[in-house]
């Protein structure tokens, strides 16, 4: 178990291909740490987002207004102080450093999870969903997972974890 220890004031930014486990982990961590208040609404979610308006979570064809909203709503919730998980692919170095600067502007700790999970549970994790997203694509973002543990280091990250299929977080906040 990898014990994390983080100010209340942390974005954490969940990094990842599509099936590789990215929602159920952030679900999962907020279950075991309601006792310390840590509520579902904690993690924004970019497919959220994107059903959020467009009634599809799976709609590419508004990726702009998607992150326009996903942005938005980790802005504001910085603004209230507030822990926040970020849970989109962010296998883009763009993506990632948008969220980065949007943390860097709120002063808040930053807490990078890469999710190195082989292509292969992902493809067959996707199979077992309702919302198909494909081989295809889960190769694709693995293409871009090996870029992003090659780059992420030198990201400015407070924090970086990388995650495996076993590995099981506990978070440690601080006092403020
Ligand atoms: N899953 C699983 N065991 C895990 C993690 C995930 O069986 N340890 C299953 C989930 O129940 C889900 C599928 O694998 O049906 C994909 O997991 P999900 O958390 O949805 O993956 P994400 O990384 O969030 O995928 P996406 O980027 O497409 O949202
Ligand atoms: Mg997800």
Known sequence: CLTVEIPQRTLVVLCGSAGSG???????LIARHKNQGLKPTVIVSSDQCRAMISDDEANQFVNRDTFDLFHFIIHKRMFQDRFTIADST??????RQRLLAL????????CLFIFNIPPALCIQRDQQ???LVGEQVIAYHTNLLQQALLDAPKENWN???ILDEHTKVELAFLPN
């Open 159 to 161: 924090q970086l974890h």
């Open 103 to 110: 943390a860097q502007r709120h002063h808040y700790h930053t």
């Open 90 to 95: 962010a296998l883009q170095v763009e993506a």
């Open 22 to 28: 990215k929602s159920t982990f952030a679900h999962n």
């Open 129 to 131: 969903r309702q919302r």
